[in-house]
């Protein structure tokens, strides 16, 4: 049973670009959560999605955006980067509605995006 | 969600129980307490997590004192792939909800397990 699965795992990006990353969540999974991770920092939450709208957002510009397919896989797309923007980007997921209340996040290994 | 506060870090000898606290103080009677772990270069993986009974699994066992404004985590024989930082998070249950998307991850707890 594959868990989360991000790509790709390292990017690097020229000020200004735009990306894209890709989560796929974990078999029987549909809510997916976006969070971005510093260097020698906790991960900060940037958005969560299900039933492909989005659901709740942290404290992010809109320059970041994203979106979920029917298949629940999502993107995270971030625009006009900037060089503070480095960062390890990580996806997790979390089960159906109506499983067990408590269920934890799973998380993916990330993304490491290098702006330069 | 309530604030918690760890040590920065911690070191422990390979073999021996790793015992890692977390203040909550403020914590209410319907929040959670969490813990995840992040070791180098992976995402953070679920240990454990409970609401004011002691709770064991297969990773590692839950303390929470009679009054829930503090807890313990223990690794009873910590190795060498314990090292990693270690993230005590306080979680609000909301009716209604059946997953977390936001956690609030703080600066955590850096586990050393030396030889």
């Known amino acids: 049973d594959a868990g989360v699965t991000q790509s790709p795992t390292h990017l690097i990006k020229t000020r200004g670009q735009q990306v894209t990353l890709r989560c796929s969540p974990k078999s029987g999974h549909d809510t997916v959560s976006w969070y971005q991770q510093a260097l020698g920092q906790g991960p900060q939450f940037i958005f969560q999605y299900y039933e492909e709208e989005e659901r709740q957002r942290g404290n992010f510009p809109d320059r970041f955006s994203g979106h979920q397919f029917p298949n629940y896989s999502s993107e995270l797309n971030v625009n006009a980067l900037l060089l503070g923007d480095s960062a390890l980007y990580l996806c997790?997921?979390?089960?159906?509605?109506?499983?067990?209340?408590?269920?934890?996040?799973?998380f993916g290994n990330g993304t490491r995006l290098t702006v330069t | 969600d309530a604030k918690t506060t760890q040590p920065p870090s911690m070191d422990c000898a390979e073999g021996r129980a790793a015992n890692l606290p977390c203040n909550h103080s403020t914590i209410s009677g319907n929040e959670y307490v969490y813990w995840y772990r992040q070791i180098h270069s992976q995402g953070p993986q679920y240990i454990i997590h409970g609401l004011k009974n002691n709770e064991t699994n297969e990773m590692a066992s839950l303390i929470i004192t009679e009054d829930r404004k503090s807890s313990t985590l223990i690794l009873p024989h910590a190795t060498l792939r314990d090292t990693a930082v270690y993230y005590c998070?306080?979680?609000?249950?909301?009716?209604?909800?059946?997953?977390?998307?936001?956690?609030?991850f703080g600066q955590g707890t850096i586990l050393t397990v030396h030889p």
């Open positions: 997790a997921s979390s089960p159906r509605v109506g499983s067990s209340y408590n269920s934890p996040l799973h």
């Open positions: 998070i306080v979680i609000m249950a909301r009716a209604g909800v059946t997953s977390y998307g936001k956690l609030t």
